[in-house]
Protein backbone atom coordinates (compact mmCIF):
# COMPACT_ATOMS: atom_id res chain seq x y z
CA UNK A 1 0.00 0.00 0.00
CA UNK A 2 2.97 2.49 0.80
CA UNK A 3 4.63 1.44 -2.09
CA UNK A 4 1.09 2.18 -4.47
CA UNK A 5 0.72 5.59 -2.22
CA UNK A 6 4.27 6.71 -3.36
CA UNK A 7 3.61 5.89 -7.43
CA UNK A 8 0.49 7.77 -7.27
CA UNK A 9 1.40 10.53 -5.58
CA UNK A 10 4.49 10.93 -7.79
CA UNK A 11 2.62 10.52 -10.87
CA UNK A 12 0.32 13.74 -9.19
CA UNK A 13 3.52 15.25 -8.91
CA UNK A 14 4.75 14.91 -12.81
CA UNK A 15 1.00 15.86 -13.55
CA UNK A 16 1.06 19.27 -11.58
CA UNK A 17 4.50 19.96 -12.71
CA UNK A 18 3.78 20.01 -16.51
CA UNK A 19 0.97 22.15 -15.91
CA UNK A 20 2.41 24.41 -13.62
CA UNK A 21 5.80 24.58 -15.86
CA UNK A 22 3.50 25.62 -18.96
CA UNK A 23 1.77 28.72 -17.31
CA UNK A 24 4.94 30.61 -17.47
CA UNK A 25 4.04 31.49 -20.97
CA UNK A 26 0.97 32.91 -19.77
CA UNK A 27 1.15 36.92 -19.62
CA UNK A 28 1.85 38.45 -16.13
CA UNK A 29 -1.23 39.63 -14.11
CA UNK A 30 -1.19 42.00 -11.10
CA UNK A 31 0.11 41.17 -8.29
CA UNK A 32 -2.15 38.75 -5.54
CA UNK A 33 -4.38 40.11 -3.69
CA UNK A 34 -4.19 37.19 -1.04
CA UNK A 35 -1.30 35.54 -0.29
CA UNK A 36 -1.42 31.89 0.94
CA UNK A 37 1.24 30.48 3.49
CA UNK A 38 2.37 27.23 4.83
CA UNK A 39 4.13 26.03 7.65
CA UNK A 40 5.33 23.28 8.95
CA UNK A 41 6.14 21.85 12.55
CA UNK A 42 8.82 22.30 15.08
CA UNK A 43 11.91 25.06 15.98
CA UNK A 44 13.54 24.51 13.13
CA UNK A 45 10.47 26.80 11.17
CA UNK A 46 10.44 28.98 13.94
CA UNK A 47 10.65 32.14 11.74
CA UNK A 48 7.25 31.36 9.83
CA UNK A 49 5.35 30.51 13.45
CA UNK A 50 6.78 34.36 14.01
CA UNK A 51 5.75 35.63 11.03
CA UNK A 52 2.64 34.31 11.20
CA UNK A 53 1.69 34.67 14.78
CA UNK A 54 3.01 38.30 15.14
CA UNK A 55 1.23 39.37 11.41
CA UNK A 56 4.67 40.05 10.03
CA UNK A 57 3.36 39.86 6.84
CA UNK A 58 1.11 42.49 6.92
CA UNK A 59 3.20 44.34 8.93
CA UNK A 60 5.66 44.76 5.75
CA UNK A 61 3.00 44.96 3.39
CA UNK A 62 1.43 47.81 4.83
CA UNK A 63 5.55 49.59 5.06
CA UNK A 64 5.28 48.85 1.22
CA UNK A 65 2.25 50.16 -0.03
CA UNK A 66 0.08 46.80 -0.09
CA UNK A 67 -2.01 47.64 2.55
CA UNK A 68 -5.10 45.60 1.49
CA UNK A 69 -2.89 42.11 1.09
CA UNK A 70 -4.88 39.56 2.59
CA UNK A 71 -2.62 36.84 4.28
CA UNK A 72 -3.58 33.06 5.07
CA UNK A 73 -1.65 30.21 6.96
CA UNK A 74 -2.00 26.51 6.24
CA UNK A 75 -0.30 23.64 8.27
CA UNK A 76 1.29 20.56 6.89
CA UNK A 77 3.16 17.71 8.02
CA UNK A 78 5.63 16.88 5.49
CA UNK A 79 7.01 18.59 2.33
CA UNK A 80 5.60 16.46 -0.25
CA UNK A 81 2.22 17.40 0.60
CA UNK A 82 3.06 20.64 0.31
CA UNK A 83 4.67 20.40 -2.75
CA UNK A 84 1.18 18.76 -3.82
CA UNK A 85 -0.61 22.13 -2.70
CA UNK A 86 2.07 24.16 -4.25
CA UNK A 87 1.65 22.95 -8.04
CA UNK A 88 -2.25 22.33 -7.66
CA UNK A 89 -2.67 25.70 -7.25
CA UNK A 90 -3.65 26.26 -3.67
CA UNK A 91 -0.54 27.66 -2.26
CA UNK A 92 1.80 30.60 -3.00
CA UNK A 93 4.68 29.86 -0.83
CA UNK A 94 5.83 26.88 1.22
CA UNK A 95 8.04 25.95 4.49
CA UNK A 96 9.63 22.95 5.02
CA UNK A 97 12.81 20.78 4.72
CA UNK A 98 15.63 21.54 1.86
CA UNK A 99 15.39 18.11 0.83
CA UNK A 100 11.06 18.84 -0.32
CA UNK A 101 12.64 21.84 -2.17
CA UNK A 102 15.86 20.19 -4.00
CA UNK A 103 13.55 17.16 -5.18
CA UNK A 104 10.99 19.91 -6.59
CA UNK A 105 13.96 22.10 -8.10
CA UNK A 106 14.92 18.95 -10.04
CA UNK A 107 11.14 17.87 -10.77
CA UNK A 108 9.98 21.04 -12.16
CA UNK A 109 13.71 21.90 -14.19
CA UNK A 110 14.05 24.72 -11.96
CA UNK A 111 10.40 26.42 -12.53
CA UNK A 112 10.61 26.00 -8.16
CA UNK A 113 13.31 28.05 -6.06
CA UNK A 114 13.94 28.02 -2.72
CA UNK A 115 13.08 31.72 -1.61
CA UNK A 116 14.97 32.12 1.75
CA UNK A 117 16.51 29.74 4.41
CA UNK A 118 15.28 29.73 7.37
CA UNK A 119 17.62 27.70 9.93
CA UNK A 120 20.35 25.21 10.23
CA UNK A 121 19.81 22.59 12.97
CA UNK A 122 20.72 18.88 13.62
CA UNK A 123 18.22 15.65 12.67
CA UNK A 124 19.00 13.92 15.91
CA UNK A 125 18.21 9.94 16.44
CA UNK A 126 15.99 9.42 19.42
CA UNK A 127 16.04 5.37 20.97
CA UNK A 128 15.16 3.40 23.51
CA UNK A 129 17.36 1.19 23.23
CA UNK A 130 20.85 2.97 25.04
CA UNK A 131 23.06 0.43 23.07
CA UNK A 132 21.99 1.90 19.82
CA UNK A 133 24.68 4.34 18.84
CA UNK A 134 25.06 4.35 14.95
CA UNK A 135 23.21 2.92 11.98
CA UNK A 136 24.88 -0.47 12.40
CA UNK A 137 22.99 -1.12 15.62
CA UNK A 138 19.36 -1.10 14.37
CA UNK A 139 18.00 -4.59 14.22
CA UNK A 140 15.25 -5.74 12.12
CA UNK A 141 12.79 -5.90 14.69
CA UNK A 142 13.06 -1.58 14.84
CA UNK A 143 11.26 1.40 13.23
CA UNK A 144 12.23 4.29 13.21
CA UNK A 145 9.70 6.93 12.49
CA UNK A 146 10.39 9.68 10.20
CA UNK A 147 8.00 12.51 8.42
CA UNK A 148 8.42 10.98 4.47
CA UNK A 149 11.27 9.06 2.20
CA UNK A 150 12.11 12.20 0.69
CA UNK A 151 12.70 14.07 4.23
CA UNK A 152 15.87 15.49 5.67
CA UNK A 153 15.64 12.67 7.98
CA UNK A 154 15.59 10.17 5.15
CA UNK A 155 17.92 11.65 3.30
CA UNK A 156 20.63 11.81 6.23
CA UNK A 157 19.67 8.43 7.47
CA UNK A 158 21.16 7.74 3.21
CA UNK A 159 24.16 9.56 4.02
CA UNK A 160 24.37 7.54 7.36
CA UNK A 161 24.21 4.08 5.76
CA UNK A 162 26.59 4.50 2.55
CA UNK A 163 29.05 6.21 5.19
CA UNK A 164 29.04 2.61 7.47
CA UNK A 165 27.76 0.12 4.73
CA UNK A 166 29.21 1.76 1.46
CA UNK A 167 27.19 4.20 -1.11
CA UNK A 168 25.34 1.00 -2.92
CA UNK A 169 23.75 0.27 0.34
CA UNK A 170 22.45 4.27 1.00
CA UNK A 171 18.81 2.19 1.68
CA UNK A 172 19.98 -0.67 3.26
CA UNK A 173 17.69 1.11 6.29
CA UNK A 174 14.93 2.09 4.74
CA UNK A 175 12.40 -0.72 4.87
CA UNK A 176 12.88 -0.02 9.02
CA UNK A 177 11.34 3.34 8.51
CA UNK A 178 7.61 4.46 8.99
CA UNK A 179 6.46 7.92 7.66
CA UNK A 180 4.96 9.88 10.27
CA UNK A 181 4.69 13.74 11.73
CA UNK A 182 7.24 14.68 13.87
CA UNK A 183 4.06 14.82 17.15
CA UNK A 184 3.07 11.38 16.10
CA UNK A 185 5.94 9.66 16.05
CA UNK A 186 6.79 11.21 19.42
CA UNK A 187 4.01 10.26 20.94
CA UNK A 188 4.44 6.42 19.86
CA UNK A 189 8.05 6.30 21.12
CA UNK A 190 7.17 7.59 23.69
CA UNK A 191 3.87 5.22 24.38
CA UNK A 192 6.36 2.02 24.27
CA UNK A 193 3.32 0.05 23.13
CA UNK A 194 3.56 0.94 19.65
CA UNK A 195 6.41 -0.77 16.81
CA UNK A 196 7.93 2.41 16.78
CA UNK A 197 11.49 1.88 18.51
CA UNK A 198 13.33 5.21 17.17
CA UNK A 199 12.56 8.83 15.87
CA UNK A 200 14.70 11.29 14.11
CA UNK A 201 13.79 13.78 14.39
CA UNK A 202 14.69 17.76 15.28
CA UNK A 203 14.03 20.30 17.94
CA UNK A 204 11.67 20.40 19.96
CA UNK A 205 10.93 16.67 19.95
CA UNK A 206 14.57 15.47 20.73
CA UNK A 207 14.44 17.67 23.86
CA UNK A 208 11.43 16.57 25.18
CA UNK A 209 12.08 13.04 24.29
CA UNK A 210 15.80 13.51 26.53
CA UNK A 211 13.75 14.76 29.24
CA UNK A 212 11.55 11.98 29.05
CA UNK A 213 14.52 9.21 29.62
CA UNK A 214 14.73 8.20 26.00
CA UNK A 215 18.34 7.70 24.46
CA UNK A 216 20.10 10.42 21.75
CA UNK A 217 21.98 7.77 19.79
CA UNK A 218 23.32 10.23 17.10
CA UNK A 219 22.93 13.47 15.07
CA UNK A 220 23.52 14.80 11.67
CA UNK A 221 26.24 17.16 12.46
CA UNK A 222 28.54 14.09 12.54
CA UNK A 223 28.42 13.42 8.58
CA UNK A 224 27.77 16.80 7.79
CA UNK A 225 30.75 17.97 9.49
CA UNK A 226 28.81 20.99 11.01
CA UNK A 227 25.53 23.42 10.63
CA UNK A 228 23.80 22.55 7.06
CA UNK A 229 20.32 24.62 6.09
CA UNK A 230 17.23 22.68 7.55
CA UNK A 231 14.20 24.67 6.63
CA UNK A 232 13.59 26.61 3.52
CA UNK A 233 11.39 28.88 2.48
CA UNK A 234 10.27 28.04 -1.48
CA UNK A 235 7.66 29.22 -4.10
CA UNK A 236 7.53 29.60 -8.24
CA UNK A 237 9.90 31.55 -10.56
CA UNK A 238 6.69 32.55 -11.95
CA UNK A 239 5.59 33.66 -8.72
CA UNK A 240 8.38 36.13 -7.81
CA UNK A 241 8.46 37.22 -11.67
CA UNK A 242 4.54 38.18 -11.39
CA UNK A 243 4.59 39.84 -7.67
CA UNK A 244 7.77 41.36 -7.41
CA UNK A 245 6.83 43.68 -4.50
CA UNK A 246 4.97 41.01 -2.77
CA UNK A 247 8.06 38.60 -2.75
CA UNK A 248 10.36 41.47 -1.40
CA UNK A 249 7.26 41.72 1.77
CA UNK A 250 8.04 38.09 2.77
CA UNK A 251 11.79 38.51 2.43
CA UNK A 252 11.61 41.49 4.52
CA UNK A 253 9.06 39.71 7.01
CA UNK A 254 11.34 36.21 7.42
CA UNK A 255 14.36 38.67 7.99
CA UNK A 256 12.17 40.71 10.69
CA UNK A 257 11.44 37.30 12.26
CA UNK A 258 15.26 36.18 11.84
CA UNK A 259 15.85 39.25 14.23
CA UNK A 260 13.35 38.81 16.74
CA UNK A 261 14.50 35.24 16.81
CA UNK A 262 18.03 36.59 17.28
CA UNK A 263 17.91 39.55 19.49
CA UNK A 264 14.80 38.85 21.89
CA UNK A 265 14.92 34.92 22.06
CA UNK A 266 12.29 35.03 25.27
CA UNK A 267 9.57 36.72 23.18
CA UNK A 268 10.48 34.29 20.16
CA UNK A 269 10.14 31.52 22.46
CA UNK A 270 6.81 32.86 24.23
CA UNK A 271 5.05 33.39 20.62
CA UNK A 272 6.42 30.06 19.71
CA UNK A 273 4.15 28.92 22.65
CA UNK A 274 1.20 30.81 21.47
CA UNK A 275 1.33 29.27 17.88
CA UNK A 276 1.60 25.49 18.78
CA UNK A 277 -0.35 23.15 21.03
CA UNK A 278 2.73 22.52 22.90
CA UNK A 279 3.70 21.81 26.39
CA UNK A 280 6.77 23.42 26.74
CA UNK A 281 7.97 26.15 29.09
CA UNK A 282 9.21 29.35 27.64
CA UNK A 283 12.30 28.97 29.51
CA UNK A 284 12.80 25.45 27.47
CA UNK A 285 11.91 27.11 24.38
CA UNK A 286 14.65 29.66 25.06
CA UNK A 287 16.58 27.55 25.87
CA UNK A 288 16.23 26.03 22.23
CA UNK A 289 16.42 29.22 20.75
CA UNK A 290 20.40 29.97 22.21
CA UNK A 291 21.38 26.54 21.69
CA UNK A 292 24.48 26.96 19.74
CA UNK A 293 23.77 24.18 17.71
CA UNK A 294 20.67 26.06 16.39
CA UNK A 295 21.33 28.57 13.73
CA UNK A 296 18.83 30.91 12.47
CA UNK A 297 19.81 32.35 9.09
CA UNK A 298 18.44 33.15 5.78
CA UNK A 299 22.10 32.82 4.87
CA UNK A 300 21.86 28.70 2.78
CA UNK A 301 24.59 26.23 4.24
CA UNK A 302 26.21 23.32 3.18
CA UNK A 303 23.17 22.40 0.60
CA UNK A 304 25.31 21.23 -1.94
CA UNK A 305 26.41 18.47 0.02
CA UNK A 306 22.69 17.02 -0.24
CA UNK A 307 22.30 17.76 -3.87
CA UNK A 308 25.51 15.72 -4.31
CA UNK A 309 24.51 12.81 -2.23
CA UNK A 310 20.84 12.77 -3.88
CA UNK A 311 22.28 12.46 -7.32
CA UNK A 312 24.57 10.24 -6.87
CA UNK A 313 22.05 8.26 -5.08
CA UNK A 314 19.43 8.29 -7.85
CA UNK A 315 16.55 10.96 -6.09
CA UNK A 316 17.75 13.84 -8.29
CA UNK A 317 18.48 13.09 -11.84
CA UNK A 318 19.20 16.94 -12.76
CA UNK A 319 20.90 18.69 -10.09
CA UNK A 320 21.64 22.19 -9.42
CA UNK A 321 25.19 23.16 -9.85
CA UNK A 322 25.25 25.30 -7.08
CA UNK A 323 23.21 26.36 -4.25
CA UNK A 324 23.12 29.66 -6.37
CA UNK A 325 20.58 27.86 -9.05
CA UNK A 326 18.67 26.15 -6.40
CA UNK A 327 17.58 29.72 -4.73
CA UNK A 328 16.18 33.10 -5.83
CA UNK A 329 18.69 35.78 -7.09
CA UNK A 330 17.14 37.77 -4.66
CA UNK A 331 19.38 36.32 -1.92
CA UNK A 332 22.53 35.90 -4.34
CA UNK A 333 24.90 38.24 -2.42
CA UNK A 334 24.71 35.90 0.72
CA UNK A 335 27.53 33.95 1.80
CA UNK A 336 25.72 30.92 0.75
CA UNK A 337 27.35 27.16 0.38
Known sequence: MIFRATMVRSA???ALIFGATGLFARDAHAEVSELRLARQYGISH????????LQLVQH???KAGLKDLKVTWSRFSDGPGMNEALLSGNLDIANGGLTALIVLWDKSKGAYVGLSALSSMPAVMMTRDPAITSVKDFKESDRIGLVSRVSMQAIILRMLAAEAYGKDQSARLDHLTVPLPHPDAMAALLSGRSEITAHFTAAPYYQQETAAGLHRAFSSYGILGGPATYSVVWTSKKFIEQNPRTTQVVLAAIEEATDIIKNDPRRAAETYLKAEDSSLSADAVEAMIKDPENVFTMTPQNVMKF???MTETGTVK???NSWKDLFTSLIADKPGS
Open 12 to 14: LLA
Open 46 to 53: LAMALMDQ
Open 60 to 62: QAE
Open 307 to 309: VNF
Open 318 to 320: SPA
